[in-house]
């Protein structure tokens, strides 16, 4: 066992004014399984790149071991399996790699397949067990869940409990709890490190919001108490000196000299005490230093005059010629909020699509209303870039309510001056929902809508979602927010055929 030592770690982006990490220490053993959490926009990945050496920061990092990202880009995805994985790892011990890929219940045929038709789930085993057999490394998992249906996830999850050695980046509550034992947590104004599960980590922060709240009230009395002092003892010495042009009570004049010279010295005891008072208030005004906002959303769903707002009974879908899914019946009743499950590539995108009325094949019966107004989240953020502003006006929503909802999500006014280019995955995927949230409609699609978001901003939409009911039809793999939310889940099989 080794250390990753952090000492004064300081770092902020070229061109911008606002240090991500400032002054950061802390420590980390290197046979943790370390699961890494914090909203987005934090630094999560951020941290990963310096600990990689893309960039430049002021502090040190210093480690005993070679760290390797998780997932990176493999250039060439025509070449046989076990050929990427040859050029990712040219020393590898062939009977390692088949015990990795045993575990992950892959079968060593995928190594004679082009990496390319593999699906994403193979693709992510592959690339983990090619990695982890590298000796002396410590890996940087960023977010390898993205994607991965709930089947492959629990694979994943079991595969990472039996390894150590690794920084997890993952906002899948069930999937950290199966396969970390320390949390790091990027908080508002520090990075503290726990031994334990996700969940442990969590009922700790919400008993130590809890008595900073409880502190807050106190102090909050507090500080009023001290602010009504200060301003009478900053009043004492106007008091005095508004007498040199009055009289005595007696009526005698008075004297200016004496009145002038007491005033000066009740002024400089008076700025003195109010300076001391000055200093207790800010000090007590550093309140809930770290609890999250996690302020209630909204949403103005419109109401469908119909009990029934599609249905389909009996559809298949074609894709490039091959079916994908088949036989699939389900309705979509107003107020549910129906889950598509199922493999990757069994439909679930496609049957949103269809539903969206996008050109997609099909067979079977499908019906819906001409009148029905959609919102649909796709899962791909990559077209988002320039201003926020822009955005909101180019779809025909409100700009302030669009706003306010993505300060909810914990986006800084700073924020909204970025091109949204430079944003991280999770913030690209809440400007669309807040895009969708912002908009009238009788049914929300959402295709995977909680890729990269953090773990408060997901239970605030499940909190939206619980309390508002609009009606829903969604994909995601994040089997916690499917148990709370989904009202219906429709099972698709994966029937792919030549």
């Keep these: ?113 082009p990496f390319e038709t593999l699906s994403n789930g193979e693709q992510t085993k592959v690339l983990l067990a090619t990695l982890f057999i590298k000796e002396n490394r410590f890996l940087l998992i960023d977010e390898p869940t993205n994607h991965l249906d709930l089947h492959a996830r629990q694979l994943v999850a079991d595969y990472l409990g039996r390894k150590s050695g690794y920084i997890l980046v993952s906002h899948d509550r069930a999937f950290l709890d199966r396969c970390v034992d320390h949390i790091l947590s990027i908080n508002k104004t520090n990075i503290e490190i726990q031994k334990g599960s996700f969940s442990t980590w969590w009922e700790n922060k919400q008993r130590q919001d809890q008595f900073e709240l409880a502190q807050n009230e106190k102090l909050k009395r507090d500080v ?77 769903p419109l109401h469908y005059h119909k009990e029934r707002l599609a249905e389909l009974d009996h559809v298949s879908i074609y894709y490039d010629g091959h079916q994908v899914s088949e036989d699939v019946s389900f309705e979509i009743e107003r107020g549910e909020r129906v889950a598509l499950s199922g493999a990757n590539g069994s439909g679930k995108s496609s049957f949103m699509k269809l539903i969206c009325g996008e050109d997609i094949s099909y067979s079977g019966g499908f019906q819906k209303d001409t009148q029905l107004q959609i919102s649909y989240v796709s899962q791909d953020t990559s077209h988002l870039q320039g201003d926020l502003s822009d955005y909101a006006k180019s779809h025909g929503i409100d700009e302030s309510l669009f706003k306010s909802i993505l300060r909810k999500l914990d986006f800084s006014r700073l924020q909204f001056e970025k091109d949204m280019a430079t944003y991280s995955g999770g913030q690209k995927k809440k400007v669309l929902i807040a895009r969708s949230l912002s908009e009238r409609a009788h049914l929300y699609v959402w295709d995977e809508p909680l890729n990269f978001v953090d773990v408060n901003s997901r239970m605030q939409i499940e909190e939206l979602l619980l309390e508002y009911k609009p009606t829903l039809l969604f994909v995601e793999h994040d089997s916690e927010f499917v148990h709370n939310v989904a009202t219906k889940v429709v099972e698709l099989s994966h029937c792919a055929t030549p």
């Design 1 to 113: 066992m080794s250390q990753i030592q952090v000492s004064n770690l300081t770092f902020a982006y070229e061109g911008t004014y606002d240090n991500i990490f400032e002054n950061v220490h802390f420590q980390i053993d290197t046979d943790w399984k370390l699961g890494f959490t914090g909203r987005n926009g934090r630094g999560k990945t951020t941290f990963l790149r310096l600990l990689l050496g893309e960039l430049e920061y002021s502090g040190t990092i210093s480690a005993s071991v070679e760290f390797e990202y998780f997932p990176f880009e493999v250039e060439h995805k025509e070449y046989l399996t076990i050929d990427v994985i040859e050029e990712v790892h040219p020393e590898y011990l062939h009977w390692k790699l088949v015990r990795e890929l045993n575990w992950l219940k892959i079968s060593e045929d995928v190594l004679y397949r």
């Design 224 to 300: 009023q108490r001290l602010s009504e002092s200060s301003r009478r003892t900053s009043g004492w010495s106007h008091e005095v000196e508004s007498t040199k042009n009055g009289t005595r009570n007696s009526g005698s004049k008075v004297d200016k000299g004496y009145i002038g010279h007491k005033a000066a010295k009740m002024m400089k005891r008076s700025k003195a005490i109010e300076q001391r008072q000055q200093s207790a208030i800010e000090e007590k005004s550093k309140l809930l230093k770290n609890i999250e906002s996690a302020e209630s959303l909204q949403i103005a």
